[in-house]
């Protein structure tokens, strides 16, 4: 049971460029999220999903796009990366939205040059 | 919408002593509270959460308290120790049901250090 497993770990990007940060979970969990860490400003949601083919937009979503074709799967994506998208990245998911708590992944570290 | 704050954003601290971590919210109708720790290069582990039917929390060492007239909340570890080093976040929620889309909004954050 791997948990929520996000790849790469570590990006440099330079700018206009686009990229996919993979997220994936094995708990059959139908809730997921995706949350951008800063300094001093704690996480910040992006996107979220409630399950397969929903999505919705969190408090930051411009810049950002996510697709779930599938319960293991959400993927988010940046298109034409800007200097502000530099932050660090979190996936979470949970059972439902009455459970108790996240499960995090461990973090991609993304830095637009 | 939301929002939470945080405070302190830095907290140091000599072993076996207690530390106190304050989060302050905004929406009446916010009813879950969970508490992360977030050690060097991981991602956030819920340690704690509370809900809005209940005053106070407690799980061995670490406790949480709510003021739901005053909208704030508390963090409390006593006879700390050096592995509780980490950053930690509050957070809130609105929980409605069938509805729910669990989405949580976090504090700021508060970096403990925790001296031997």
């Known amino acids: 049971n791997a948990g929520v497993t996000q790849t790469p770990k570590f990006r440099i990007l330079k700018i206009g460029q686009s990229m996919t940060l993979q997220c994936a979970q094995d708990m059959n969990h139908n809730y997921m999220y995706w949350y951008r860490q800063d300094p001093g400003m704690g996480l910040k949601l992006i996107y979220y999903s409630v399950g397969a083919g929903i999505t919705d937009k969190g408090e930051v979503p411009n810049g950002y796009n996510v697709s779930r074709s599938t319960t293991e799967d959400f993927p988010l994506r940046l298109e034409l990366a800007a200097p502000s998208q530099t932050s660090v990245y979190f996936c979470?998911?949970?059972?439902?939205?009455?459970?108790?708590?996240?499960?995090f992944g461990s973090g991609t570290r993304l830095t637009v040059v | 919408g939301e929002n939470v704050e945080q405070h302190p954003s830095t907290l140091s601290v000599q072993e076996g002593d207690s530390a106190v971590i304050k989060c302050t919210y905004s929406d009446s109708a916010s009813n879950y509270f969970p508490w992360y720790k977030q050690e060097l290069g991981k991602g956030p582990q819920l340690i704690i959460d509370i809900r809005s039917n209940v005053g106070e929390k407690k799980d061995q060492r670490i406790a949480v308290t709510l003021n739901k007239t005053a909208k704030h909340f508390s963090l409390h570890i006593t006879e700390t120790q050096p592995e509780d080093s980490a950053v930690y976040f509050c957070?809130?929620?609105?929980?409605?049901?069938?509805?729910?889309?669990?989405?949580?909004?976090f504090g700021q954050g508060t970096t403990l250090q925790v001296k031997p």
């Open positions: 957070a809130a929620s609105i929980h409605k049901g069938s509805s729910n889309t669990g989405k949580l909004i």
């Open positions: 979470a998911s949970s059972y439902s939205g009455t459970s108790y708590g996240y499960t």
